[in-house]
Structures are given as C-alpha cells and as structure tokens.
C-alpha cells in the first residue's frame, strides 16, 4: 500500500487524538519518490572519494559513480576502495546511487574483450554498494549508431552476463544515440530483464527524438531504469529540453527513482555555483 505524506500526517493525528501513542517504530516509513544526484565526473570527481564532499555541499541525495578507468584497471573492483566509498557514504550522508562503465567509450564494449569483465565484475559491485543500475556508456569510440555488426556484438555479450545481472538483482542500462525503438530491438534481442534503457533527455533531444512520446512509450514497456537532466552548456530549464514536459510524462509512467544530473554548467559559472542552482531547478520541478 502506498502511503503518501498527507495520509500518514492524517492516519498518525487520528491515533493520537484516539488517546494512542507512537513510538518511533510505529511511524511509516515514507520513501521519497524522487532522489537527486549527479554524475561523479560532472562535479570534478569522477571516480574520487571528493565527490561525496563536494556532493554534500551542494545539497544532493547522492551521486552516479564511475567505476574507474583503463590506467587504474577499473579501480572499484578492488575491495579496499569499495569499502573507502561505503565509508565515505556514511560519513556524508551521500548515498551511491548508480554505477556508470565511462570508460567504454574510449574501451569499445562493441569491440574489445576487456570489457567483458569490467562489466560482469561492475554487478558484483553494484551488488556490494547495495545500488541496481549500472550504466552502460555507448557513445565516441563505443557508438552503436548505424553499427549493425558491433550491436550485434554488444547484443552476443549482454546475453552472456545478463544471467549473472538477474541473479543479483542489478539492471545493465543501455546509455546511446540510439532511438527508443533501436534501443529496444536490443533489448529484446538479449530477451532478459536485467536490460533496460538508462534515459538522457538531452541527448534524445539533440538526436531530434519526440523525447515525450518516447519516454512514454518505453515507460509503458517499464523499459527505463534511471534519468540523466542534461543540458550543454546552459543550466538546466535554460537549453533545449523540454523539462515541464518531461515532468508531465514522469507522473504518466509513473516513475520514481534516481534522477541524475549531467553536465548543465555553462561557460563562465562554477560546477558548484551550478548544480547549487540545478540541484533547486530540479528539486522544484519535481515538487
């Protein structure tokens, strides 16, 4: 049963004038339908503990997490530093909200069999820090655009970890140029629940894609798994995206999650001057 704020204030002032006390224990646990965070990389700190710092700061709930990259060997595979993340989770109170494999777009998952483990290795992370999606980067040298053979690549590997993803509960989503209909051609393709879509409104809207009529199409299916609000080079509500719209089509497809911010500093501001003011932008626009 759902229980929104304004019943649980209602249900809890009815027992007390009922003559019933309630124990901390007895109150409902009300879990925000939203969450806001931002990418690592997009506040200077991709793949840094500083990020959890810099985080707080502006005021998130938690923040996207790289996993690292070709010169560290994917460093958050180690046990070490993914207990130094968990720690620094605690102490700042900014939680890991998703993982993101960056580095497959310089490391082709299309192309080049390292990448297999990174991404069979990223679920067993995503399994520690208790997080279920994981981002899968398919853009520069990892573009699946017009790439018949290396989608079929992609498609071959995804069946092979999907199994493993399934069994502990982590979503591999799919981050492209690829259109609604091209994304799902995969994901049917791979035939397994542990794939879905990891949605950038921006880059949809700079592909030309009816980003409304896609997002309601694929969260029909329940195809999309997590947000990215992007803008280039503009604060968010100040570029392209239509974001009154997509806060129209997130209650149609009833949504709730992570809503990752992404990139929206424009030249001349500071990262934290920044996402102070998208951190509110998006905070409002959710309300």
């Not at 790289?66 to 207990?83: I, T, Y």
């Not at 297999?116 to 520690?128: F, H, K, L």
């Not at 503009?234 to 999650?257: F, S, T």
């Not at 500093?265 to 996402?275: A, M, R």
């Amino acid at each position: 049963m759902k229980i929104n704020r304004r019943h649980a204030l209602r249900r809890t002032l009815s027992l007390t004038g009922a003559g019933f006390l309630l124990s901390a224990a007895d109150w409902p646990t009300v879990k925000p339908r939203f969450l806001i965070g931002a990418c690592d990389w997009s506040i200077n700190q991709s793949s840094k503990l500083e990020a959890f710092g810099v985080a707080k700061q502006i005021g998130l709930d938690g923040i996207q997490v790289n996993m690292g990259s070709l010169s560290d060997n994917m460093h958050l595979r180690q046990k070490e530093k993914q207990q130094a993340w968990l720690k620094a989770s605690r102490q700042t109170g900014v939680a890991i909200g998703s993982l993101a494999l960056g580095e497959l777009n310089n490391v082709p998952y299309k192309s080049d069999p390292r990448t297999e483990q990174w991404v069979y290795d990223s679920i067993d992370v995503a399994r520690t820090f208790g997080v279920r999606n994981i981002l899968l980067a398919f853009f520069s040298k990892n573009d699946l655009k017009n790439d018949a053979r290396g989608t079929q690549v992609v498609i071959d590997r995804l069946k092979v970890v999907a199994p493993h993803a399934e069994k502990a509960g982590v979503i591999l989503a799919i981050e492209s140029w690829l259109s609604a209909e091209e994304h799902m051609a995969i994901i049917d393709a791979v035939a397994s629940p542990a794939v879905k879509v990891y949605y950038d409104v921006c880059n949809s809207t700079v592909m030309g894609y009816d980003i409304l009529k896609e997002m309601r199409w694929l969260g029909e299916k329940k195809m999309i798994t997590e947000f990215h609000f992007k803008e280039n080079g503009y604060l968010l509500g100040q570029g392209k995206v239509d974001y009154k719209g997509v806060r129209r089509v997130l209650d149609e497809i009833d949504y709730n999650g992570w809503i990752q911010v992404e990139g929206a500093v424009p030249q001349g501001k500071t990262v934290l001057e920044s996402y102070t003011y998208n951190n509110k932008f998006v905070r409002e626009l959710l309300v």
